[in-house]
Each structure stands twice: as structure tokens, then as C-alpha cells.
């Protein structure tokens, strides 16, 4: 791993296309304080602040001049100060036979990243659950080189910003009722942890959308430095779930599909999950994806299982989805329900999650690249 993906960044500079920062990337405390800069007055401030929050987020309005509310001359300071363009616009979208919903987005700059919307019932009638879950990238690109991911083979090109983080979710509400977000799609999310703590403080606002702290995950390969930073950032009112991409069973083998394992070997990686602030009930997730003849052993198993020793975790067990560039297969079925039923019987919780919208190219950035190469060759 380069030494720019160990540490944290906090770029959110203003692409060329965008003169001033952005409306959807103000927390309620970043608008109060710009309106009482402005000279309005503090209980004002705070008022207004509210106000904007749910028109943007309840609304979702995308002009200044729908928010009827607001004094005129507040709006056309926060218009003068602040962009309310939406910053991406959805590109292509296309349906899965199982329900899932894949949208590339397009932003400001011509670069595009992935949203997934993940029905919890498989898309059939099934009144048991109404859980709607939204994968949301981080960064366009990724510089982790995980080897099983095309979203590494881009490379990183850029942070998303608050604006663009938040916007997908914002933008997907308008005609989907969300009930969790997870940050799992493009680019590693504790890479761009500024932004993503910021973008989670505005999801989780009771002003605006205000998701629970629990239907909320924030998923790493394992840059430990930041998670330690997310533990330390993070309020309590804020703290988000983490779920951590394990992927394998001793550091030889994670090294050879993660890089980020040769500078956070896996007793790293753990102790800092130790270290992480855990409410009562809650737990760590790991996610294992599974591939054939590389991590999918009883002996892989029993290795996890020492590993998780005193963290509470939940894993999933992810079957590989393989595209046409990876080396990589999926485990077998059975395999997979060997390794599960060995974490189960010894107390661990342990779920196998199937890829979802395989016929729509769901996995980490195979949209993208799918409509890259569209691109190349039209
Ligand atoms: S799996 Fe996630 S962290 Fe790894 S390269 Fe892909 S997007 Fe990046």
C-alpha cells in the first residue's frame, strides 16, 4: 500500500466546475454559523439553519427560491455563498431480476461512481421486512488494490465530497423508501474519513434525514490509523456501525488478495477493533468473501474463529462474484455452509450474504466499468 492510501485524507477541494462549496455539505452547525457570520441573529440563526435542513432533506428541494420560508435576503446571502446545483445526476440505472436497483452517477467534473439499492426480500412479495438498504461509494476509484475488486483496477482518481457522498442517498430518497446505508460501494471509505464523517453527521441528523446510528455501516479494508481517527471523531450520537473486510484467515493469505495487510497486518487490525467504542448489543462486522481454494477452509474457519477471540462480531460470508478480469471462483455452496455452520456451532453469528443483481454487474465497480468501456468504444 502507498504511503497516500495509509494516511487519512481530508481533501474536499472545489472541482474546476463548482465555484463555491456546496449547500448539501453543510451540517446544521456549518449553516448556523455561516448565517450568524452573515450578521443574523443567533436565535434566528438557529432557526433558519433547521429550516434549510428540512426543506434540502424532507423536501428535497434543489433551488433557493422554493425555500419560502427563509427570509429573501438570507436566501440570497446563502445563494451567494453556497451552490445548490445537484451535484450528480443519475447516468444509467438498470433493475436486477432480484430486485436490486444499480445507478451510476455522473458528477460535476464528468466522473461517474455507484449507488446500489438492495431490497432485504429478494424482490418478491414478501411482507416480513421493508428494509431497503442503499451501498454508497466513497471516492471514485480506490487506491487499495484489493485484488477480487475492479473498482482497484481504476485506481484512485479523486475523494467524493460531502455533497456527492450525501447527494447519493439524497437523490435516491426522492423515489425510494431508504431504511439503511452502508458505505461499501467504490473507494474505501476510512480513505476519505473527513468527508464521510461528515456526510454521516448530516444523514443521521434529525433535522434532515435523520437516519438511526444503527442502520448506518461504515465498512474498511483495515486502515487501522483511521479507524482509531473514526473511534476519536465520531460523537456518540454519531457512532455508526463498522464493519471490517477480513478476507482472510492469517496475514500470508490476506496479503495476497489485500496490499493494505502488508502495512496493517491482521493482529493490528484487530487490536484496533478492541480499541473501537462498542455500545451495548452492538458488534463488529466481517465481511469474508469466500473464494474457491484460497479462504474457504474448516482450517480457514478455526483460524477466524481464534481471531474474533473477544471481539463481539457478526461475520458474513460473502461467495466470490467473479468477473471476467479476476483469477478468482467462487467457493462452492457447500463449502460455504461448512464454514458457516463451524462459526455457528462455536457461538459465533455467522450469515452467508449472496451477491446481489449478478445480472446487472453489482459487484464493486463493474457498472462503472461496464459503461467506461460503452464509452471507449462509441
Ligand atoms: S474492495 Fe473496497 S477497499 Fe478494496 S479495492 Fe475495492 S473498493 Fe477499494
Redesign the pocket.
Known amino acids: 500500500m502507498s504511503q497516500a492510501c495509509a494516511e487519512n485524507s481530508t481533501q474536499n477541494s472545489t472541482p474546476a466546475s463548482q465555484s463555491k462549496p456546496h449547500l448539501w455539505g453543510q451540517r446544521v452547525s456549518d449553516l448556523t454559523e455561516t448565517l450568524l457570520a452573515m450578521g443574523v441573529p443567533e436565535k434566528k440563526a438557529r432557526y433558519h439553519s433547521h429550516q434549510i435542513f428540512r426543506w434540502i432533506y424532507e423536501r428535497k428541494v434543489s433551488s433557493y427560491e422554493e425555500m419560502t420560508d427563509i427570509s429573501k435576503l438570507a436566501r440570497e446571502a446563502l445563494a451567494e455563498k453556497f451552490d445548490i446545483t445537484p451535484p450528480l445526476t443519475v447516468a444509467t440505472a438498470q433493475t436486477s431480476i432480484d430486485g436490486t436497483r444499480k445507478f451510476l452517477f455522473r458528477l460535476h467534473d464528468g466522473n461517474t461512481v455507484e449507488s446500489v439499492l438492495i431490497p432485504a426480500n429478494n424482490g418478491e412479495a414478501d411482507e416480513t421486512t421493508s428494509r431497503l438498504t442503499i451501498c454508497i461509494s466513497s471516492?471514485v476509484g480506490?487506491?487499495?488494490?484489493?485484488k477480487?475488486?475492479?473498482?482497484?483496477s481504476m485506481g484512485l482518481l479523486r475523494n467524493l465530497r460531502v455533497e456527492e457522498i450525501v447527494g447519493q442517498v439524497l437523490e435516491l430518497s426522492k423515489a425510494a423508501d431508504i431504511t439503511n446505508i452502508v458505505f461499501?460501494?467504490?473507494?474505501?471509505p476510512l480513505h476519505n474519513l473527513e468527508n464521510v464523517c461528515r456526510a454521516v453527521e448530516i444523514l443521521l441528523s434529525q433535522y434532515g434525514m435523520g437516519f438511526s446510528k444503527r442502520k448506518v455501516t461504515v465498512?474498511?479494508?483495515g486502515l487501522v490509523p483511521a479507524i482509531r481517527k473514526m473511534n476519536a471523531r465520531l460523537s456518540r450520537e454519531n457512532r455508526v456501525n463498522l464493519a471490517i473486510?477480513l478476507n482472510g484467515s492469517f496475514n500470508e493469505q490476506r496479503e495476497a488478495v489485500?496490499p493494505?495487510n502488508e502495512a496493517f497486518p491482521i493482529e493490528e487490525l484487530l487490536d484496533a477493533c478492541r480499541e473501537f467504542t462498542l455500545e451495548p448489543y452492538r458488534r463488529i462486522t466481517f465481511e469474508y468473501v469466500m473464494m474457491g481454494g484460497l479462504n474457504d477452509t474448516t482450517e480457514d474457519a478455526a483460524r477466524v474463529l481464534k481471531l474474533l477471540d473477544g471481539i463481539p462480531s457478526k461475520v458474513n460470508l460473502i461467495p466470490y462474484n467473479p468477473h471476467p478480469a479476476s483469477p478468482f471462483r467462487r467457493s462452492e455452496d457447500g463449502d460455504v455452509e461448512t464454514f458457516k455452520r463451524f462459526l455457528l456451532d462455536r457461538g459465533v453469528a455467522a450469515m452467508v450474504r449472496h451477491s446481489r443483481g449478478r445480472d446487472i454487474l453489482a459487484a464493486?465497480?463493474q457498472l462503472k466499468s461496464a459503461e467506461d468501456a460503452r464509452a471507449a468504444v462509441n
Open positions: 471516492q480506490c487506491a487499495m488494490g484489493c477480487f475488486c475492479l473498482t482497484a461499501m460501494g467504490m473507494g474505501e465498512s474498511t479494508s473486510s489485500m493494505v464493486c465497480g
